[in-house]
């Protein structure tokens, strides 16, 4: 039941822009399927979804995985489409994003594995990066900014 339920979830965000709970939740009832919140939130915990801002400035659920091709190059979009501005406290790193798009932003730094950046914890729309050392930190600040303007 659990794994029929997380492909029709799979599908349904791959044929819809899903961009609440509440919708993903209505769309699994209309396929027969009998779920609560704390399920969707779960399965989308199990199934590594994030969201992303799409063309019109809204957001949609995606599966978030490292086996897929050219990957880091959907992290590096999704870290420009969340970015809004970062500053530095000696060895922390704060990101500002659009509302609600921390986490993608966060698992998308996380997932380019950028040298010095120890972890990230994110809101909503901050997040906070540890960075190895104060002057890593600078080094990562000048990654990130080359990332987001596009130099690699």
């Not at 540890?130 to 104060?134: C, D, L």
């Given at each position: 039941?659990?794994?029929?339920?997380?492909?029709?979830?799979?599908?349904?965000?791959?044929?819809?822009n899903?961009?609440?709970?509440?919708?993903?939740?209505?769309?699994?009832?209309?396929?027969?399927?009998?779920?609560?919140?704390?399920?969707?939130?779960?399965?989308?915990?199990?199934?590594?979804?994030?969201?992303?801002?799409?063309?019109?400035?809204?957001?949609?659920?995606?599966?978030?995985?490292?086996?897929?091709?050219?990957?880091?190059?959907?992290?590096?979009?999704?870290l420009?489409?969340?970015?809004?501005?970062?500053?530095?406290?000696?060895?922390?790193?704060?990101v500002?994003?659009?509302?609600?798009?921390?986490?993608?932003v966060?698992?998308?730094?996380?997932?380019?594995?950028?040298?010095?950046?120890?972890?990230?914890?994110?809101?909503?729309?901050?997040?906070?990066c540890?960075?190895?050392?104060?002057p890593?930190?600078?080094?990562?600040?000048?990654k990130?900014?080359?990332?987001?303007n596009?130099?690699?």
């Open positions: 039941m659990k794994i029929g339920r997380q492909s029709k979830i799979v599908e349904l965000i791959s044929k819809h899903i961009e609440t709970q509440e919708e993903l939740a209505d769309l699994l009832v209309k396929a027969g399927y009998r779920v609560t919140q704390a399920t969707i939130s779960r399965d989308i915990r199990e199934l590594k979804l994030t969201k992303v801002a799409t063309d019109n400035g809204k957001q949609k659920y995606i599966v978030l995985t490292n086996q897929e091709s050219g990957m880091s190059e959907k992290y590096i979009r999704i420009r489409d969340g970015f809004v501005s970062m500053d530095m406290a000696q060895n922390i790193i704060i500002k994003t659009v509302s609600g798009m921390a986490m993608a966060a698992a998308a730094l996380d997932a380019l594995h950028i040298e010095g950046i120890v972890g990230c914890i994110a809101g909503d729309d901050t997040i906070m540890a960075i190895r050392t104060v890593d930190t600078i080094s990562v600040m000048e990130l900014s080359k990332l987001i596009g130099n690699k």
